[in-house]
């Protein structure tokens, strides 16, 4: 039954070498934990992408019932947290995921610099790997405003006031952040549409790159 | 290309279509013959990494029900106690750019020297180090210097939070989060609702009596204020006001208070006389809303 509905999909748009040719590959031994143990390592790309892919999913829900205004952003967030079936579970996962999503990254980092795969001709995909490093950072740094408590909100201001103290640019940064000449409701918008956005768009675009070189390349040999 | 026709083969498409007709049978390529123990990604690996995935999200899904994700309460930008902290992995740049010749008049050191050459240094990693020896221990200057800095990261990021913690000791601090979950334990335990945390206390109806008895003065230089709020208002509910306090609180329990101190409020018995003591709790049992 499902096999006879792909063939009539595919019959009309030709899907197989589409798909084919990004998802079927070969898994090499050297990076195939079942066969040698360390090979764990390699694993650290992949689940850095299931994580982020709970960040979406988890995100998608909690923009149902996130407000973003000064005067509700707080107590929207608690109402989820607190009064919403499983809402608690969807803003745990999301906080707890941020922070291991960057875990995951940063031993993916390791694992590629200490496997020297950044090496030629690699070099690319390490460059883009790093702006999705980047990535990463601005969006923890524009979710942590967004529950509007105490925490969030000096936190904002202290790195707002960092970024400000670089010389020449560095007052245009502020504007551009605050939105204004403080930590408020303009700051709270924007921060919310980068995090929501922006970034994610970005996001998808850098990883789509990174997977097709990885792809086009394939892993790097054994060691 | 995982679909190849032959070239002299006539094209038929489908329909009117610009889809080619194809009668390949869908069979996914073999991999064994390839060199080492290679393995099919679809399907074989794929399921295999499923199975892993599900196991990691279950363990997740039982630490987001075992641990709540943390909030305090509501941003007050007027709020000059808090303790601002940033997320665990912005840490170690926080805490970098406390010390001295990268903070204050040195601050273009610490904001770009330093990260731009350390994280410019990461990004062209390929360009710097383009030898063509793969493994770590053979490449020693790259190596040695990803570890030291990751040394120095994992230092940085141990001594900013040793250094929070501290800041929460030495102000009597219970990191918000905390306060409002146990707030809202008792709550439960005696079957009340969570109080709330979007309305504060009004306050503000409260006028400070006799505000310029000296004793107010003596309370703005003892860092009373600092906690209570310039204006007495406090930062209800982690700091209670004292406008009005005589209506809660007699004479002798403001003295008490202040000279031994009640949870997060410091005793005072060391740094003011009693004499001083008695001087402020006279004035403070006088706020009453009722006075005028
Ligand atoms: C959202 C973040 C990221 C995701 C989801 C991701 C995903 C992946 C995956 C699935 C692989 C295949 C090999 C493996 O799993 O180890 C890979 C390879 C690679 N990644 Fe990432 N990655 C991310 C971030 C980064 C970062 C921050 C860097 C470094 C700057 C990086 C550099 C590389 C390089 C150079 C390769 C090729 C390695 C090789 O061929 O051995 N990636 N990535």
Same mark, same amino acid.
């Given at each position: 039954?499902?096999?006879?509905?792909?063939?009539?999909?595919?019959?009309?748009?030709?899907?197989?070498?589409?798909?084919?040719?990004?998802?079927?590959?070969?898994?090499?031994?050297?990076?195939?934990?079942?066969?040698?143990?360390?090979?764990?390592? %390699?694993?650290?790309?992949?689940?850095?992408?299931?994580?982020?892919?709970?960040?979406?999913?988890?995100?998608?829900?909690?923009?149902?019932?996130?407000?973003?205004?000064?005067?509700?952003? %707080?107590?929207?967030?608690?109402?989820?947290?607190?009064?919403?079936?499983?809402?608690?579970?969807?803003?745990?996962?999301?906080?707890?995921?941020?922070?291991?999503?960057?875990?995951?990254?940063?031993?993916?980092?390791?694992?590629? $610099?200490?496997?020297?795969?950044?090496?030629?001709?690699?070099?690319?995909?390490?460059?883009?790997?790093?702006?999705?490093?980047?990535?990463?950072?601005?969006?923890?740094?524009?979710?942590?405003?967004?529950?509007?408590?105490?925490?969030?909100? $000096?936190?904002?201001?202290?790195?707002?006031?960092?970024?400000?103290?670089?010389?020449?640019?560095?007052?245009?940064?502020?504007?551009?952040?605050?939105?204004?000449?403080?930590?408020? =409701?303009?700051?709270?918008?924007? $921060? $919310?549409?980068?995090?929501?956005?922006?970034?994610?768009? =970005?996001?998808?675009?850098?990883?789509?790159?990174?997977?097709?070189?990885?792809?086009?390349?394939?892993?790097?040999?054994?060691? | 290309?995982?679909?190849?026709?032959?070239?002299? *083969?006539?094209?038929?498409?489908?329909?009117?279509?610009?889809?080619?007709?194809?009668?390949?049978?869908? !069979?996914?390529?073999?991999?064994?013959?390839?060199?080492?123990?290679?393995?099919?990604?679809?399907?074989?690996?794929?399921?295999?990494?499923?199975?892993?995935?599900?196991?990691?999200?279950?363990?997740?899904?039982?630490?987001?029900?075992?641990?709540?994700?943390?909030?305090?309460?509501?941003?007050?930008?007027?709020?000059?106690?808090?303790?601002?902290?940033?997320?665990?992995?912005?840490?170690?740049?926080?805490?970098?750019?406390?010390?001295?010749?990268?903070?204050?008049?040195?601050?273009?050191?610490?904001?770009?020297?330093?990260?731009?050459?350390?994280?410019?240094?990461?990004?062209?990693?390929?360009?710097?180090?383009?030898?063509?020896?793969?493994?770590?221990?053979?490449?020693? !200057?790259?190596?040695?210097?990803?570890? @030291?800095? @990751?040394?120095?990261?994992?230092?940085?990021?141990?001594?900013?939070?040793?250094?929070?913690?501290?800041?929460?000791? !030495?102000?009597?601090?219970?990191?918000?989060?905390?306060?409002? *979950?146990?707030?809202?334990? *008792?709550?439960?335990?005696?079957?009340? *609702?969570?109080?709330?945390?979007?309305?504060?206390?009004?306050?503000?109806?409260?006028?400070?009596?006799?505000?310029?008895?000296?004793?107010?003065?003596?309370?703005?230089?003892?860092?009373?204020?600092?906690?209570?709020?310039?204006?007495?208002?406090?930062?209800?509910?982690?700091?209670?006001?004292?406008?009005?306090?005589?209506?809660?609180?007699?004479?002798?329990?403001?003295?008490?208070?202040?000279?031994?101190?009640?949870?997060?409020?410091?005793?005072?018995?060391?740094?003011?006389?009693?004499?001083?003591?008695?001087?402020?709790?006279?004035?403070?049992?006088?706020?009453?809303?009722?006075?005028?």
């Amino acid at each position: 039954m499902f096999k006879s509905v792909y063939n009539w999909i595919d019959e009309r748009l030709d899907i197989t070498p589409l798909w084919r040719d990004v998802a079927d590959h070969e898994v090499p031994e050297h990076v195939n934990p079942a066969h040698h143990f360390s090979a764990f390592v %390699y694993c650290f790309g992949g689940l850095t992408f299931f994580i982020t892919v709970i960040q979406i999913l988890s995100g998608m829900f909690l923009t149902m019932y996130y407000v973003p205004d000064i005067l509700n952003a %707080y107590a929207s967030v608690d109402y989820l947290n607190h009064k919403v079936a499983f809402g608690g579970i969807v803003r745990g996962m999301h906080h707890f995921g941020a922070s291991l999503v960057i875990v995951m990254m940063f031993l993916h980092t390791l694992r590629v $610099f200490f496997t020297g795969s950044y090496k030629a001709p690699r070099e690319m995909n390490w460059v883009v790997g790093m702006l999705i490093f980047f990535i990463m950072l601005g969006l923890g740094f524009t979710g942590y405003l967004l529950p509007w408590d105490n925490k969030a909100y $000096f936190a904002t201001k202290v790195g707002v006031q960092i970024a400000e103290s670089v010389p020449y640019i560095g007052p245009y940064i502020g504007q551009f952040l605050y939105g204004g000449d403080i930590v408020g =409701a303009q700051t709270l918008t924007r $921060f $919310f549409a980068i995090h929501v956005f922006f970034l994610p768009g =970005a996001l998808l675009a850098m990883l789509a790159a990174h997977f097709l070189m990885i792809r086009k390349q394939g892993i790097s040999g054994p060691l | 290309m995982a679909h190849g026709h032959k070239s002299d *083969e006539k094209v038929v498409f489908v329909g009117d279509s610009r889809v080619k007709k194809n009668n390949h049978p869908n !069979i996914p390529p073999d991999y064994t013959s390839f060199p080492g123990k290679s393995e099919a990604f679809i399907p074989n690996f794929l399921l295999k990494e499923w199975m892993v995935g599900c196991v990691v999200l279950v363990g997740f899904l039982v630490w987001t029900i075992a641990e709540p994700a943390p909030l305090g309460y509501p941003a007050d930008p007027t709020n000059a106690a808090f303790i601002p902290m940033p997320d665990w992995y912005f840490l170690f740049l926080y805490q970098f750019l406390k010390y001295p010749y990268v903070s204050q008049d040195y601050i273009v050191l610490g904001t770009m020297g330093v990260p731009g050459v350390m994280f410019g240094g990461l990004l062209l990693a390929p360009f710097l180090d383009t030898g063509k020896e793969r493994r770590f221990y053979r490449r020693p !200057i790259a190596s040695s210097l990803m570890i @030291l800095s @990751l040394i120095a990261t994992v230092y940085l990021t141990v001594i900013s939070w040793d250094h929070y913690q501290h800041q929460l000791e !030495i102000t009597n601090t219970i990191p918000e989060h905390h306060i409002r *979950e146990e707030k809202a334990r *008792e709550a439960a335990a005696k079957g009340e *609702e969570a109080p709330s945390t979007t309305k504060k206390p009004e306050t503000a109806a409260v006028a400070i009596v006799e505000a310029d008895d000296p004793a107010h003065k003596l309370m703005e230089q003892s860092k009373c204020l600092t906690c209570h709020a310039a204006d007495m208002k406090g930062n209800p509910p982690q700091i209670p006001a004292l406008r009005g306090i005589g209506d809660v609180l007699s004479k002798e329990e403001i003295v008490a208070t202040v000279t031994n101190g009640n949870g997060n409020m410091p005793a005072f018995k060391d740094s003011l006389s009693a004499e001083q003591i008695d001087q402020i709790a006279t004035w403070l049992s006088k706020q009453k809303a009722a006075a005028e």
